[in-house]
Nanobody, 120 residues
Framework: QVQLVESGGALVQAGGSLRLSCAASGRTFSTYVMGWFRQAPGKEREFVAGFSSSGDKTSYAHSVKGRFTISTDNAKSTAYLSMNNLKPEDTAVYYC?????????????WGQGTQVTVSS
């Protein structure tokens, strides 16, 4: 399985922007389907953004649609989550995940998480 390391989390004011990175090990990054999840204190982990198994579509949680963008750079084996117009309710630990096509993320690889804190 691929190993994932997130970075880019920070403390930011409401309305600000951040870009999270997820660096993957190995030479098969392009074969994985990438996604981002988050977990706020006292809440369950939730899906934020991800690619379809065919790789030609993206999907987003309703709460972040229009503000967040998932992307990948296969040459750098890195996935990104660009976050704009951040809100205090976006505060959470953000995790990237990689799965095989047509499998679920639970069976895939996960990073250790990066903290995003949005102050009001």
């Amino acid at each position: 399985q691929v190993q994932l390391v997130e970075s880019g989390g920070a403390l930011v004011q409401a309305g600000g922007s951040l870009r999270l990175s997820c660096a993957a090990s190995g030479r098969t990054f392009s074969t994985y389907v990438m996604g981002w999840f988050r977990q706020a204190p006292g809440k369950e982990r939730e899906f934020v953004a991800g690619f379809s198994s065919s790789g030609d579509k993206t999907s987003y949680a309703h709460s972040v649609k229009g503000r967040f963008t998932i992307s990948t750079d296969n040459a750098k084996s890195t996935a990104y989550l660009s976050m704009n117009n951040l809100k205090p309710e976006d505060t959470a630990v953000y995790y990237c995940a990689a799965r095989a096509p047509y499998r679920d993320f639970a069976s895939g690889s996960w990073g250790q998480g990066t903290q995003v804190t949005v102050s009001s």
